[in-house]
């Protein structure tokens, strides 16, 4: 019972950012529209304020698309680590393959009983789906309502997210130079690459630090 | 159909045939230690890059503007493990207040 509750609770408590990717999309020249399809369709996080950033700051629809998958390409390594314990087939995949991110894939793999890891898994999936698209809906209509995005400060809603992101995960000296190199690196570059190309071609620095 | 949407369209197809390849394929693949850390580099070096861009670029030209005091509030509270919204609000109000002032 309680698997179900701290699930439900970490849907309505991740669900609830949803709100910030809503205004970001219109502070970033996206419509309602875009915006709800986003958070349907691609429903992940860092991915979709990451498309919206790239596009708005003026690139490519194919650094957008790449910087987008890029950064979705995690979930994949949590669907390898989700089917070895949900087991699922046919219409059953697909479903849990769309609500594979991080929350669900945390939530599961927390637990220790296989019925729990189920349990866990559907219903944080489920509940961040839920309330993530409901409030995307919500903030994009209250943005578009606001008008000059910046007076209200929404446009550092999206570096800060990145940043509450990021942060936890810079647990070893070798993670924290390369962020701060990537960091270094893109702003060095931006006044002589087209947009985009500063932050897709940080990759490099990932194949580089993680060779060895 | 205009360019957002076929970024839009285009990265939510390719995401989840990322994410069902992953249900579809055996795990040992992608538990070879080079992937595990290049893929785990992968997320930080690109939202470090987009945090510089969004914080400090306008128009691919580098400027510092009212953004810097949300950031650096931001950043403050991320560090000082501030709730997520109380965070978001915190640097939202920085950034806004630097704004109206025309600092």
Redesign the interface.
């Given at each position: 019972m309680s698997v179900k509750r701290d699930s439900i609770g970490v849907g309505v408590?991740v669900g609830?950012?949803g709100v910030?990717f809503g205004s970001v999309a219109i502070a970033g020249h996206?419509?309602v529209a875009?915006a709800c399809?986003?958070s349907l369709?691609?429903?992940?996080g860092?991915?979709q304020?990451?498309?919206v950033?790239?596009?708005s700051?003026?690139g490519?629809?194919l650094a957008?698309?790449l910087?987008?998958?890029?950064?979705?390409?995690?979930?994949?390594?949590?669907?390898?680590?989700?089917?070895?314990i949900?087991k699922?087939r046919g219409w059953r995949?697909?479903v849990?393959?769309?609500i594979?991110i991080d929350e669900s894939t945390g939530m599961a793999i927390a637990q220790e009983e296989t019925d729990q890891q189920h349990t866990a898994f559907w219903f944080t999936g489920f509940a961040v789906f839920f309330f993530w698209n409901i409030c995307t809906f919500l903030g994009a209509v209250g943005a578009k309502a606001i008008g000059d995005t910046?007076?209200?400060?929404?446009?550092?809603?999206?570096?800060?997210?990145?940043?509450?992101?990021?942060?936890p995960?810079?647990t070893t000296r070798n993670?924290k130079l390369?962020?701060?190199?990537?960091?270094?690196?893109?702003?060095c570059i931006?006044?002589v690459v087209?947009?985009g190309v500063?932050?897709?071609t940080?990759?490099a620095?990932?194949?580089f630090?993680?060779?060895k | 159909m205009s360019s957002k949407w076929i970024a839009v369209l285009v990265t939510g197809v390719l995401c989840f045939i990322l994410k069902y390849v992953g249900h579809s394929i055996p795990a040992k693949w992608l538990e070879r230690p080079r992937i595990s850390r290049i893929t785990t580099l992968i997320p930080i070096v690109l939202l470090s890059a987009l945090v510089g861009i969004q914080a400090f670029t306008t128009q691919t030209k580098f400027t510092v503007d009212h953004r810097l005091s949300g950031i650096i509030i931001g950043a403050g509270s991320v560090i000082a493990k501030l709730p997520f919204p109380v965070t978001i609000i915190l640097a939202m109000a920085a950034s806004a207040i630097t704004y109206r002032l025309k600092i």
């Open positions: 408590s609830a950012a910030a996206f419509t875009q399809v986003l369709l691609l429903f992940s860092a991915s304020f990451a498309l950033g790239v596009m700051s003026g490519s629809p957008a698309i910087t987008g998958t890029f950064l979705g390409s995690r979930n994949g390594l949590y669907g390898t680590r989700m089917a070895s949900l699922n995949r697909v849990a393959a769309q594979t910046a007076a209200w400060g929404l446009d550092v809603v999206s570096p800060v997210v990145f940043i509450a992101v990021l942060w995960r810079l993670l390369a962020a701060l190199a990537a960091f270094t690196w893109a702003l931006t006044e087209p947009s500063p932050i897709l940080t990759v620095i990932a194949v630090v993680g060779w | -």
